[in-house]
């Protein structure tokens, strides 16, 4: 069975910091992939994809991505996070129709 | 409706009882969701719907979950006979239909407490 890893459980960054979230999984075939995010006191949200096509990228909010296949890696960037990205974010992964998410890594942005 | 929508958002019950959560999808999503989310932990796979096909229960951990769907609309996912180890928040989410490339909306979900 598919899996997914965040070895980041918590990640503390001053504003204006870069951000880079790491993201892993293990499957052989074709994937489909994905970054969620849950702001406080709300539903998780799509933040980005990929299915196919340019491995780079971009999503709302300055977010990033890039799918790395030979890495098995998609990981999340932004160049300068806000206070406003304080938040979970959730990887997952998409294969013949089992969607696996990862266990989160949490975001805190001190202003 | 205008995302999905999930009640109670808050249960708090004692060990042995049955529990009920209801789940409304967007109006049109052919696919449904459920997902538990333990604290510390990420989103786990319980069952999921699409539109009169049998449900997909791989994810279910025991015999003591099971979940309905009316149609394409309301779920309701039932915890008989509940354990500690069941308090968790339950995420419910839909799509327009299965497959890979549907993005899934979720729900608020609800906060079970087992006491």
């Known amino acids: 069975a598919q899996s997914v890893s965040q070895h980041n459980h918590h990640v503390i960054l001053s504003e204006a910091a870069s951000l880079e979230l790491g993201c892993n999984y293990s499957?052989?075939?074709?994937?489909?992939l994905f970054w969620y995010v849950q702001y406080p006191g709300q539903h998780l949200q799509l933040l980005l994809k990929?299915?196919?096509?340019?491995?780079l990228v971009k999503g709302i909010k300055g977010f990033e991505a890039e799918f790395i296949k030979s890495k098995f890696s998609f990981n999340l960037r932004k160049p300068s996070v806000q206070w406003s990205d304080t938040a979970e974010y959730f990887c997952?992964?998409?294969?013949?129709?089992?969607?696996?998410f990862g266990a989160g890594t949490r975001l805190t942005v001190k202003p | 409706g205008a995302g999905v929508s999930q009640s109670p958002s808050n249960k708090v019950t004692e060990k042995g009882k049955d529990v009920e959560l209801r789940c409304d999808p967007i109006?049109?999503?052919?696919?449904l969701y459920w997902y538990r989310q333990r604290l510390g932990q990420g989103l786990e796979f319980l069952i999921y719907?699409?539109?009169?096909?049998?449900?997909?229960k791989s994810g279910l951990p025991s015999d003591r979950f099971s979940a309905e769907r009316t149609g394409e609309s309301v779920s309701t996912l039932t915890i008989q006979r509940t354990q500690q180890e069941d308090s968790a928040v339950y995420l419910c989410?839909?799509?327009?239909?299965?497959?890979?490339?549907?993005?899934?909306?979720f729900g608020p979900g609800t906060r079970l407490t087992v006491l």
């Open positions: 109006s049109g999503h052919t696919a």
């Open positions: 990929y299915f196919s096509g340019d491995p």
């Open positions: 719907f699409q539109g009169n096909s049998a449900p997909d």
């Open positions: 499957y052989g075939g074709t994937v489909n």
């Open positions: 989410a839909s799509s327009l239909t299965s497959g890979d490339y549907n993005e899934q909306f």
């Open positions: 997952a992964v998409s294969s013949n129709n089992d969607m696996r």
